[in-house]
């Protein structure tokens, strides 16, 4: 094989804008997504679980007393509270304390505000809470809690982690005094606890913010399978009244810390366009509806006061809605065949756009083409794009479950014509119909999904190098497609499955190879290869494409073709492009071959001397970060130069380059 390339870009010809919503991402809450994401570091806040291992506390937490007859019984919740209260009895004669434990992740030196919802009898007059050393009992912090009233009450405190701190256990006791023991004294009960730290951000971890900052991905998702038995308006105004609900999804119990009002704040504060998909299996087109007056309407319709009682007064301005969420599944609550959904997704489409005709709708579509037909000729007219989800895998690709890992590279990394195969039929039918040509394409879900896969070997190849090339390759293909793709949305934000390109520690919640707990290192933060992927393309500044050829060795597509009509692909996947002052020349080149490769730059019509280059590659193909070695894979970057009129560099294996060509003099 050829170890040169040659990349020519035609400078003086622009094919079409590319738009700054193809770098977007997806939070959904599934699995530890939300829990990974969030910064409260106690679970069961509301005592929401039954009794588990010790009988009558609530099953997150762990009764601690010196008592011999101390007694814990979970009870109704206050009013307008949902989940338990956790009620404690103690004797005097014992002399002694009770009260309740939890170890936790902790960020050092931290100031953690802890909120506490309660009740106590008479004699009962404070609560101690402290946070200890897990092993040692040795004190970092304490703080008395003095309660005021009989009745139920809201209490604060703060407790501060010491630096060089990253696990502790949090405690909160009451001690027995001396009072004459009766069925009515001793009595104290919690039905919210919870702790967090100074620094959040809409409830969200400073370092998760951090990293999703820089992503600068342009639009987050609020979606995926449990919103369709999301009932938004459970999860807005005051938490403490948000009632517990079963995550119908995927088990456990939904997220109530994270609704609309924090996603919005948490938007704005990164800096990106939220993408609200609305509950169509088990919703109506009149919630659907309420849900957009909540976000977009004035202090003067209904669901805008509310809002604004909130301590939201000026309107949100959600522009982007999304009608259902893979519905053609047998996995989804409400799921239906395609003229049921396009029937139904009218009624919602109207009732939606009568609170706001500014909206922008996207109704789901499929893989399969006959789903999206049906769904284009019944409501293409109200429609302003369709969503598609694609998750190439060693199964829909042709490949055996039993491949070696270098031949699951050689499928995955098909990703690009794999896309291009699908949204290639989706276009055919809008440019069909020329009352449909207003409609464009929302990737509003993708990644590599390798399950099923081989011995995991205690890992996930979404977290490898070879994922993150994949990943890539498949980028490209969205700026090829740009002239009809307006919206993708990595899958997903944080953790959940094991997709996530920011991870809170290793633990892979949805298999059992995840590493154990003592070495998980929750406080640990990070991004895969693929976050870094993400990161070079979204912050690269490219918005108008150039016309681009490439002289480099083809390989040959692994697997059953059945997907596709190929037999061959470039090893090298390039685009190239202007950012808006026409002053730089972006080339993404990703070298999805086995070997290196020295690659030559042709600028036709663009006078350069000076360049940048951001590289993100390994030796070893399945090289991934953890929480152990965090940048084990990260962007490096260098300046290059014009040698003879021309820019060379030579490509590593399987690698991901960001080339920055700067105009003369500029």
Same mark, same amino acid.
């Given at each position: 094989m050829s170890t040169t390339a040659s990349i020519h870009v035609n400078c003086s010809k622009s094919l079409h804008r590319i738009s700054p919503y193809l770098w977007g991402n997806f939070v959904e809450d599934i699995r530890d997504h939300m829990e990974a994401m969030l910064a409260y570091p106690i679970k069961g806040m509301d005592f929401e679980q039954e009794a588990d291992a010790a009988p009558g506390v609530s099953g997150a937490w762990t009764p601690i007393t010196n008592g011999k007859t101390t007694h814990f019984s979970l009870e109704p919740a206050a009013p307008k509270h949902s989940g338990h209260s956790q009620s404690i009895k103690v004797y005097s004669a014992d002399k002694g304390f009770a009260g309740l434990s939890q170890?936790?992740?902790?960020?050092?030196?931290?100031?953690?505000?802890?909120?506490?919802?309660?009740?106590?009898?008479?004699?009962?007059?404070?609560?101690?809470?402290?946070?200890?050393?897990?092993?040692?009992g040795t004190e970092y912090d304490s703080a008395t809690i003095t309660f005021t009233s009989h009745d139920w009450r809201a209490y604060a405190g703060k407790l501060h982690v010491p630096a060089g701190c990253t696990q502790a256990v949090f405690r909160i006791r009451v001690f027995a005094g001396e009072w004459e023991d009766s069925i009515v004294s001793g009595m104290v009960w919690f039905d919210h606890v919870s702790l967090l730290p100074a620094d959040h951000v809409a409830g969200v971890k400073r370092a998760v913010f951090e990293l999703t900052k820089e992503l600068n991905c342009g639009?987050?998702?609020?979606?995926?399978?449990?919103?369709?038995?999301?009932?938004?308006?459970?999860?807005?105004?005051?938490?403490?009244?948000?009632?517990?609900?079963?995550?119908?999804?995927? #088990?456990?119990?939904?997220?109530?810390?994270?609704? %609309?009002?924090? *996603?919005?704040?948490?938007?704005? !504060?990164?800096? =990106?366009? @939220?993408?609200?998909?609305?509950?169509?299996?088990?919703?109506?087109?009149?919630?659907?509806?309420?849900?957009?007056?909540?976000?977009?309407?004035?202090?003067?319709?209904?669901?805008?006061?509310?809002?604004?009682?909130?301590?939201?007064?000026?309107?949100?301005?959600?522009?982007?809605?999304?009608?259902?969420?893979?519905?053609?599944?047998?996995?989804?609550? #409400?799921?239906?065949?395609?003229?049921?959904?396009? %029937?139904?997704? *009218?009624?919602?489409?109207?009732? !939606?756009?009568? =609170?706001? @005709?500014?909206?922008?709708?996207?109704?789901?579509?499929?893989?399969?083409?006959?789903?999206?037909?049906?769904?284009?000729?019944?409501?293409?007219?109200?429609?302003?794009?369709?969503?598609?989800?694609?998750?190439?895998?060693?199964?829909?690709?042709?490949?055996?479950?039993s491949a070696s890992s270098v031949d699951v590279f050689k499928t995955m990394r098909c990703f690009p014509e794999y896309t291009r195969r699908i949204l290639q039929k989706a276009a055919r039918l809008i440019e069909g119909a020329p009352y449909l040509r207003h409609i464009k394409l929302a990737l509003t879900e993708y990644n590599t999904m390798y399950q099923p896969q081989p011995e995991r070997q205690g890992f996930a190849y979404e977290h490898t190098l070879q994922s993150a090339v994949a990943n890539a390759a498949n980028l490209n293909e969205l700026i090829r497609g740009g002239d009809r793709i307006e919206v993708a949305n990595f899958?997903?934000?944080?953790?959940?499955?094991?997709?996530?390109?920011?991870?809170?520690?290793?633990?892979?919640?949805?298999?059992?190879?995840?590493?154990?707990?003592?070495?998980?290192?929750?406080?640990?933060?990070?991004?895969?290869?693929?976050?870094?992927?993400?990161?070079?393309?979204?912050?690269?500044?490219?918005?108008?494409?150039?016309?681009?050829?490439?002289?480099?060795?083809?390989?040959?597509?692994?697997?059953?073709?059945?997907?596709?009509?190929?037999?061959?692909?470039?090893?090298?996947?390039?685009?190239?492009?202007?950012?808006?002052?026409?002053?730089?020349?972006?080339?993404?080149?990703?070298?999805?071959?086995?070997?290196?490769?020295?690659?030559?730059?042709?600028?036709?019509?663009?006078?350069?001397?000076?360049?940048?280059?951001?590289?993100?590659?390994?030796?070893?193909?399945?090289?991934?970060?953890?929480?152990?070695?965090?940048?084990?894979?990260?962007?490096?970057?260098?300046?290059?130069?014009?040698?003879?009129?021309?820019?060379?560099?030579?490509?590593?294996?399987?690698?991901?380059?960001?080339?920055?060509?700067?105009?003369?003099?500029?």
């Open positions: 170890n936790i992740s902790v960020q050092a030196d931290t100031t953690y505000t802890v909120s506490i919802y309660a009740r106590a009898s008479l004699e009962i007059k404070s609560a101690v809470i402290d946070l200890v050393h897990p092993s040692t639009m987050l998702r609020f979606g995926g399978n449990h919103i369709s038995s999301y009932h938004w308006q459970h999860f807005v105004g005051p938490i403490e009244y948000r009632p517990s609900m079963r995550n119908e999804a995927w #088990g456990g119990w939904a997220t109530k810390y994270f609704g %609309t009002d924090e *996603l919005i704040e948490f938007c704005r !504060m990164v800096g =990106v366009e @939220p993408l609200i998909c609305v509950n169509f299996g088990s919703g109506t087109p009149e919630e659907a509806a309420l849900w957009v007056e909540y976000c977009n309407g004035d202090e003067t319709t209904a669901m805008g006061a509310l809002r604004a009682s909130h301590g939201h007064p000026e309107p949100y301005k959600v522009r982007f809605w999304e009608v259902g969420n893979e519905v053609y599944g047998k996995w989804q609550i #409400g799921h239906c065949d395609a003229r049921a959904y396009a %029937t139904r997704y *009218l009624a919602f489409a109207h009732a !939606m756009q009568a =609170v706001d @005709p500014s909206i922008t709708l996207m109704a789901c579509g499929h893989v399969e083409a006959a789903w999206n037909e049906t769904v284009l000729r019944t409501a293409g007219e109200m429609m302003d794009m369709l969503t598609v989800h694609i998750y190439p895998g060693i199964r829909n690709m042709g490949q055996s479950s899958s997903d934000l944080v953790n959940g499955w094991q997709g996530g390109c920011i991870r809170v520690g290793d633990y892979l919640a949805d298999q059992n190879h995840g590493e154990k707990d003592d070495i998980c290192r929750h406080h640990v933060v990070y991004g895969t290869p693929t976050y870094h992927v993400l990161k070079l393309y979204g912050n690269s500044g490219i918005r108008q494409m150039l016309s681009t050829s490439v002289a480099c060795d083809e390989f040959q597509i692994e697997g059953e073709h059945a997907w596709t009509d190929l037999d061959k692909a470039p090893v090298l996947d390039v685009v190239s492009g202007l950012d808006d002052e026409r002053a730089n020349v972006i080339v993404f080149v990703v070298n999805r071959g086995l070997e290196e490769m020295e690659c030559h730059f042709d600028l036709d019509g663009f006078s350069s001397e000076t360049g940048h280059v951001w590289e993100i590659s390994s030796d070893d193909l399945n090289a991934r970060n953890t929480s152990q070695n965090p940048d084990a894979i990260k962007c490096a970057s260098t300046e290059i130069y014009q040698m003879k009129n021309q820019y060379r560099y030579r490509l590593q294996a399987h690698s991901v380059y960001k080339f920055k060509f700067h105009k003369r003099n500029h």
